[in-house]
């Protein structure tokens, strides 16, 4: 750990700018230290004291982003018994990196806690760290630029005044949530004190984070204002001296939330109506959890009976649930998931380091997906010509792409005049004309493979040597595409999920021939559109069409082997499933889930074999929900099973334990995964798991589809197999993989 410097004097104008002793601004003296560091071991944070105002800039050397680490908080720690004898106007913390204040904890060092003890015992020396920036003698302001996330926001509310950048880079929040835990520095107890119950709660459970003019609003900051005289302000604040400690809490949160704020803050807090605001709460968090996350609840629980205590006590029922917390399996699922997530986005990165540039984007066909698509790319700020065969299929794209737009403007996601930008870079037409100068094209049409292989030619007619055709197919391997092409090298996979807007995964496919360019273009563009992006190589299905399949295929098989449609839907929502197999199903369409299916039996056998009652769903009109009835009937938004469909498919009611129902289900998925990584499709865990749990929602609480099967144990989910092979068929048999790993005691991941 460094040991503190004594603290720099200069007579400088506290806004930055230097007088003839030639003092730098703050954010100078960080960059220096920076440079000169550059390597643990150096000076996380640079203090310098001019014009009696202490000015402590974070700038943790060799790191993108400042974090709460045990090395800068011990550094901290110093600083301030130093500054405790100064006798001082006032301290101004602010950060040196340049679009970052504090990020929030080390992630890493959290992911190694497990022991209670040792927990506990950072808790303790972060509280009195803490502790002590509220107690500083002289007045506290905290200048916010960029992400103020975590610890970073808690340590800010123990200043006496926040004062945030306008910019759209700065953000406040507590996402703690996320990673299964908790805020553990004092957020669950301070925040509400300050911006009220609601505003806090809302906060907490959400891991929403708000803007700089939001945070203002809500009472979260004192002021805002434009970056470059964030210190100019946070200097006027000093001047209004220590807030009192009666300043604290709803009389200042209500002042800055006006009479809605302040009513619904004090209905929280009497005991009638505090004691309905939180089972509001509980039960809205049960409803999209289903109680599957422990951390949400327990965030209610602490600011519940911490409002009711003194800061001190109120403090420590926040330690004990976050030791709690941060031990359990849930914290270590979520956080083996924030890490995947950051090693698979760290290998697309370098990989798209190759990529060309693509100022233009064409996108063929004009329905859900091919708008959705064009919404997006034209979102991020590049132009797109969207292109579909008649004048009234490209109005519906274009009205689709308003749509997603508008409703950007009504969550405040966007300006209006924003809005009205990136529908201007959307340029829909029914020729190829414009297709003249295109870099990239994206296919969206019917999933066929000679209406594609048709595409592919009036494309590369219509455009430049060099464009990359990149097909949003889900089924049909890219090489049996690419056959129908003149330059089979600029072909490529990039299959979307639906809706595009919402869903975070891009799964990339390279067939043999394509181009190292052409992948490294194509990843490039999937990030620059906010995906993450997956790389797998071809096949029937490629990774996540190929393992979904099996899933929803073994939910039929259940239906048919007795069980109710709301027995197996139950079932699998339990389990943690957003949403059951047969639901899902009709959301897709049971005719586009059959068609994809049949393109999988084709080359992969019979154990992607739909039962017969799936035919008999098709033939009776039963596509889903956009034809009103599939295994449910839909009147209007409301579902009910759909009782017809029994005696359609000649059924008996067999139930079976709920348990079987989930276990075949999530095995089957398994068994495909372990074929796909025998055949080189993906060969990373890493790929996998990330790529279920963003792809269509596989439990993120229980890891990954792998984490989970090391969890259980290869050997139990061998003899599972085996088992439910034996009472209902071979397509159960385990996947020669999962045999071979289990033989050996191995796992998935190390």
């Given at each position: 750990?460094?040991?503190?410097?004594?603290?720099?004097?200069?007579?400088?104008?506290?806004?930055?700018?230097?007088?003839?002793?030639?003092?730098?601004?703050?954010?100078?003296?960080?960059?220096?230290?920076?440079?000169?560091?550059?390597?643990?071991?150096?000076?996380?944070?640079?203090?310098?004291?001019?014009?009696?105002?202490?000015?402590?800039?974070?700038?943790?050397?060799?790191?993108?982003?400042?974090?709460?680490?045990?090395?800068?908080?011990?550094?901290?720690?110093?600083?301030?018994?130093?500054?405790?004898?100064?006798?001082?106007?006032?301290?101004?913390?602010?950060?040196?990196?340049?679009?970052?204040?504090?990020?929030?904890?080390?992630?890493?060092?959290?992911?190694?806690?497990?022991?209670?003890?040792?927990?506990?015992?950072?808790?303790?020396?972060?509280?009195?760290?803490?502790?002590?920036?509220?107690?500083?003698?002289?007045?506290?302001?905290?200048?916010?630029?960029?992400?103020?996330?975590?610890?970073?926001?808690?340590?800010?509310?123990?200043?006496?005044?926040?004062?945030?950048?306008?910019?759209?880079?700065?953000?406040?929040?507590?996402?703690?949530?996320q990673l299964g835990i908790i805020p553990g520095l004092g957020g669950t107890q301070r925040l509400p004190r300050l911006v009220g119950v609601p505003a806090a709660l809302d906060l907490i459970l959400t891991a929403r984070q708000v803007s700089g003019s939001r945070a203002r609003k809500i009472g979260l900051v004192d002021e805002t204002c434009h970056q470059a005289i964030l210190d100019r302000v946070a200097v006027g604040l000093l001047a209004r001296g220590k807030r009192r400690a009666s300043?604290?809490?709803?009389?200042?949160?209500?002042?800055?939330?006006?009479?809605?704020?302040?009513?619904?803050?004090?209905?929280?807090?009497?005991?009638?109506?505090?004691?309905?605001?939180?089972?509001?709460?509980?039960?809205?968090?049960?409803?999209?959890?289903?109680?599957?996350?422990?951390?949400?609840?327990?965030?209610?629980?602490?600011?519940?009976?911490?409002?009711?205590?003194?800061?001190?006590?109120?403090?420590?029922?926040?330690?004990?649930?976050?030791?709690?917390?941060?031990?359990?399996?849930?914290?270590?699922?979520?956080?083996?998931?924030?890490?995947?997530?950051?090693?698979?986005?760290?290998?697309?990165?370098?990989?798209?380091?190759?990529?060309?540039?693509?100022?233009?984007?064409?996108?063929?066909?004009?329905?859900?997906?091919?708008?959705?698509?064009?919404?997006?790319?034209?979102?991020?700020?590049?132009?797109?010509?969207?292109?579909?065969?008649?004048?009234?299929?490209?109005?519906?794209?274009?009205?689709?792409?308003?749509?997603?737009?508008?409703?950007?403007?009504?969550?405040?996601?966007?300006?209006?005049?924003?809005?009205?930008?990136?529908?201007?870079?959307?340029?829909?037409?029914?020729?190829?004309?414009?297709?003249?100068?295109?870099?990239?094209?994206?296919?969206?049409?019917?999933?066929?493979?000679?209406?594609?292989?048709?595409?592919?030619?009036?494309?590369?007619?219509?455009?430049?040597?060099?464009?990359?055709?990149?097909?949003?197919?889900?089924?049909?391997?890219?090489?049996?595409?690419?056959?129908?092409?003149?330059?089979?090298?600029?072909?490529?996979?990039?299959?979307?999920?639906?809706?595009?807007?919402?869903?975070?995964?891009?799964?990339?496919?390279?067939?043999?021939?394509?181009?190292?360019?052409?992948?490294?273009?194509?990843?490039?563009?999937?990030?620059?559109?906010?995906?993450?992006?997956?790389?797998?190589?071809?096949?029937?299905?490629?990774?996540?069409?190929?393992?979904?399949?099996?899933?929803?295929?073994?939910?039929?098989?259940?239906?048919?082997?007795?069980?109710?449609?709301?027995?197996?839907?139950?079932?699998?929502?339990?389990?943690?499933?957003?949403?059951?197999?047969?639901?899902?199903?009709?959301?897709?369409?049971?005719?586009?889930?059959?068609?994809?299916?049949?393109?999988?039996?084709?080359?992969?056998?019979?154990?992607?074999?739909?039962?017969?009652?799936?035919?008999?769903?098709?033939?009776?009109?039963?596509?889903?929900?956009?034809?009103?009835?599939?295994?449910?009937?839909?009147?209007?938004?409301?579902?009910?099973?759909?009782?017809?469909?029994?005696?359609?498919?000649?059924?008996?009611?067999?139930?079976?334990?709920?348990?079987?129902?989930?276990?075949?289900?999530?095995?089957?998925?398994?068994?495909?995964?372990?074929?796909?990584?025998?055949?080189?499709?993906?060969?990373?865990?890493?790929?996998?798991?990330?790529?279920?749990?963003?792809?269509?929602?596989?439990?993120?609480?229980?890891?990954?589809?792998?984490?989970?099967?090391?969890?259980?144990?290869?050997?139990?989910?061998?003899e599972r197999l085996d088992g439910y092979a034996a009472r209902h068929g071979k397509r159960l048999l385990p996947a020669p993989l999962l045999r071979e790993m289990a033989a050996r005691g191995e796992r998935f991941h190390g």
């Amino acid at each position: 750990m460094a040991r503190a410097s004594k603290p720099t004097r200069a007579g400088a104008d506290p806004t930055g700018a230097t007088e003839e002793s030639g003092a730098a601004s703050p954010a100078a003296h960080a960059a220096s230290a920076s440079a000169a560091s550059g390597q643990p071991g150096g000076q996380p944070a640079v203090l310098t004291i001019r014009d009696g105002v202490a000015w402590l800039v974070f700038d943790a050397p060799g790191k993108k982003v400042n974090t709460l680490s045990q090395w800068l908080m011990g550094w901290f720690g110093e600083q301030l018994e130093a500054l405790a004898r100064e006798p001082l106007r006032g301290l101004v913390l602010r950060s040196g990196k340049p679009d970052t204040f504090i990020a929030g904890a080390d992630i890493e060092e959290i992911e190694q806690l497990s022991d209670r003890a040792a927990v506990r015992e950072l808790l303790r020396l972060g509280h009195e760290l803490f502790g002590r920036v509220a107690s500083l003698p002289f007045p506290t302001v905290s200048a916010i630029h960029g992400a103020c996330l975590g610890g970073g926001l808690e340590l800010s509310l123990c200043c006496d005044w926040r004062v945030a950048s306008e910019h759209e880079k700065t953000r406040l929040g507590l996402p703690e949530v996320q990673l299964g835990i908790i805020p553990g520095l004092g957020g669950t107890q301070r925040l509400p004190r300050l911006v009220g119950v609601p505003a806090a709660l809302d906060l907490i459970l959400t891991a929403r984070q708000v803007s700089g003019s939001r945070a203002r609003k809500i009472g979260l900051v004192d002021e805002t204002c434009h970056q470059a005289i964030l210190d100019r302000v946070a200097v006027g604040l000093l001047a209004r001296g220590k807030r009192r400690a009666s300043a604290r809490g709803p009389s200042w949160a209500s002042a800055k939330q006006g009479f809605t704020g302040r009513v619904a803050d004090l209905v929280a807090r009497s005991p009638l109506g505090g004691k309905l605001v939180y089972d509001r709460a509980r039960a809205q968090t049960l409803e999209k959890t289903a109680g599957h996350y422990p951390a949400p609840l327990r965030a209610i629980d602490v600011v519940e009976r911490g409002m009711r205590l003194p800061l001190p006590e109120a403090l420590a029922v926040e330690a004990d649930a976050f030791v709690e917390l941060v031990v359990g399996e849930t914290a270590k699922s979520l956080i083996g998931i924030f890490f995947m997530k950051n090693r698979v986005e760290a290998r697309a990165a370098e990989l798209a380091k190759a990529a060309r540039p693509v100022p233009r984007v064409g996108v063929l066909g004009a329905g859900l997906m091919g708008a959705g698509i064009a919404q997006v790319i034209a979102h991020r700020g590049t132009p797109v010509v969207l292109k579909d065969k008649d004048l009234a299929s490209l109005a519906r794209g274009t009205k689709y792409c308003a749509e997603r737009e508008a409703e950007l403007v009504a969550r405040r996601r966007q300006t209006d005049v924003e809005r009205r930008q990136a529908l201007a870079r959307i340029h829909p037409t029914i020729e190829y004309e414009s297709f003249r100068h295109l870099d990239f094209v994206v296919e969206a049409v019917f999933e066929d493979l000679d209406v594609k292989r048709q595409v592919i030619r009036e494309v590369e007619a219509a455009t430049l040597p060099s464009a990359i055709f990149a097909s949003n197919t889900s089924t049909i391997p890219i090489a049996e595409l690419a056959a129908a092409s003149s330059r089979p090298q600029q072909v490529v996979g990039m299959h979307f999920f639906s809706p595009v807007h919402k869903m975070p995964l891009v799964e990339v496919i390279r067939h043999p021939g394509t181009a190292p360019e052409v992948l490294a273009t194509t990843v490039s563009l999937g990030r620059a559109m906010g995906k993450t992006v997956i790389v797998v190589d071809d096949g029937p299905g490629f990774f996540t069409s190929r393992v979904i399949a099996p899933f929803l295929n073994e939910a039929v098989w259940c239906l048919v082997d007795g069980a109710t449609i709301e027995e197996v839907d139950r079932a699998l929502k339990a389990w943690g499933w957003p949403a059951g197999g047969l639901q899902l199903l009709d959301e897709v369409g049971l005719d586009v889930a059959f068609h994809a299916g049949q393109v999988l039996l084709s080359r992969l056998g019979d154990r992607i074999d739909a039962p017969p009652a799936f035919q008999k769903m098709i033939d009776d009109g039963r596509k889903g929900r956009k034809a009103g009835m599939g295994f449910y009937r839909y009147d209007g938004k409301e579902k009910e099973a759909d009782s017809a469909v029994y005696e359609l498919l000649g059924w008996r009611h067999h139930p079976l334990p709920e348990g079987e129902i989930a276990e075949r289900c999530w095995l089957q998925m398994l068994n495909e995964v372990a074929r796909t990584m025998e055949e080189g499709i993906v060969r990373d865990p890493d790929v996998v798991d990330i790529g279920v749990i963003f792809g269509f929602g596989f439990p993120p609480f229980r890891g990954g589809i792998l984490r989970e099967a090391d969890r259980v144990g290869l050997d139990l989910v061998v003899e599972r197999l085996d088992g439910y092979a034996a009472r209902h068929g071979k397509r159960l048999l385990p996947a020669p993989l999962l045999r071979e790993m289990a033989a050996r005691g191995e796992r998935f991941h190390g």
